[in-house]
């Protein structure tokens, strides 16, 4: 609606309509009223304002997470739990999707999250929750533990555990993004591991199949590109061996056995720790701040904060 000046209304002349636009900061305009009647145009005294895309708001420099759908799988424990905790914090609408009945409940009854108990390896569960929640953002964390062991020790069921879980799951939450799909502006966040930089010796596969779901987020992203769908899928590489969680104890452990040292010892060699709730602060300024939008790899650590080591582009 083009703004024009006031204009001097006269007793006994003509009426004048004040319309309120929806420009920003409630920009007003002046009309004759008779010339919106000869226009036959509807007129909308109090528009209804359009509610921004998730994109749209990083556009505009808002990039507040409060009120915004997130879905987390893997978050009742570990780093997956100090992201939701963040996420709560800034005021999002959370969704923690787990396997284990009892930590989910104890988690939405302190944090007021919704939860949903499910196998995120079941293709249905991924199709069937997304399609009920429609978030705006899906980060997805959950994965198995691998069995710890060296190559000549592990048989293939112990190899393959983060294949047959987390890339698994991946695929099938990936394609239910992609497939259903979620609103133009969506984010996915799909979780890897430094091990999918440097290879973990002591873990089997899992370093193999993290790299495997970081090709899968860039996969997405041209698939996404190719249907027009506006989702960006981006992972997100803790760059250290992160203590209280289950594959940080167990690494760590494992590392620290074979050299004769405590964990705690072992894993100060990757510098300043990274807690869960640090990476969930770390994850959240990802999410907020406009110049990680558009990378496609991020590390994060303790000493570096979030790092893009690949930038935008498919």
């Known amino acids: ?17 004040k319309i309120h636009s929806e420009k920003p900061r409630g920009l007003s305009t002046w009309f004759l009223a008779d010339d919106i009647i000869k226009s036959r145009k509807p007129l909308t005294l109090f528009p209804t304002l359009k509610r ?8 505009q420099g808002q990039m507040s997470l409060r009120d915004k759908k997130i879905v987390v799988t893997g978050g009742s424990r570990g780093l997956g739990l100090g992201l939701v905790e963040t996420l709560v914090e800034q005021g999002a609408s959370v ?46 964390n959950a994965g198995a533990t691998p069995r710890m062991g060296r190559l000549d020790q592990l048989k293939w069921e112990d190899f393959s555990i983060a294949w047959e879980t987390d890339v698994k799951a991946g695929l099938y939450w990936l394609q239910a993004a992609l497939n259903l799909p979620l609103g133009p502006g969506s984010r996915v966040l799909v979780g890897s591991s430094g091990a999918a930089v440097t290879g973990s010796q002591m873990s089997g596969g899992y370093g193999g199949a993290k790299r495997m779901l970081w090709f899968m987020a860039k996969y997405a992203n041209g698939v996404a590109q190719e249907k027009g769908l506006g989702i960006r899928f981006q ?29 705690q010892q072992f894993v100060t060699r990757f510098g300043a720790p990274m807690p869960p709730r640090a990476f969930g602060d770390r994850v959240v300024s990802l999410l907020e701040e406009p110049q990680y939008a558009e990378g496609v790899i991020f590390g994060l650590s303790g000493d570096a ?3 893009i080591m690949e930038g935008a582009g498919p």
């Open 1 to 17: 609606m083009e703004h024009m000046s006031r204009p001097n209304v006269q007793t006994g002349a003509r009426i004048f309509l």
């Open 52 to 59: 921004l895309s998730y994109s749209e708001t990083l556009e």
């Open 95 to 140: 969704t923690v999707v787990a396997r284990g009945a009892e930590a989910l409940q104890a988690v939405g009854a302190r944090l007021g999250v919704a939860t949903i108990a499910a196998d995120v390896t079941d293709e249905d569960a991924a199709y069937r929750i997304l399609g009920e929640v429609r978030p705006d953002i899906l980060v997805l």
């Open 235 to 263: 992972a997100i590489v803790p760059r250290q061996m992160i203590l209280d969680t289950g594959i940080g104890d167990a690494a760590a452990g494992a590392y620290a056995g074979s050299m004769g040292i405590t964990p």
């Open 305 to 307: 904060g979030v790092t």
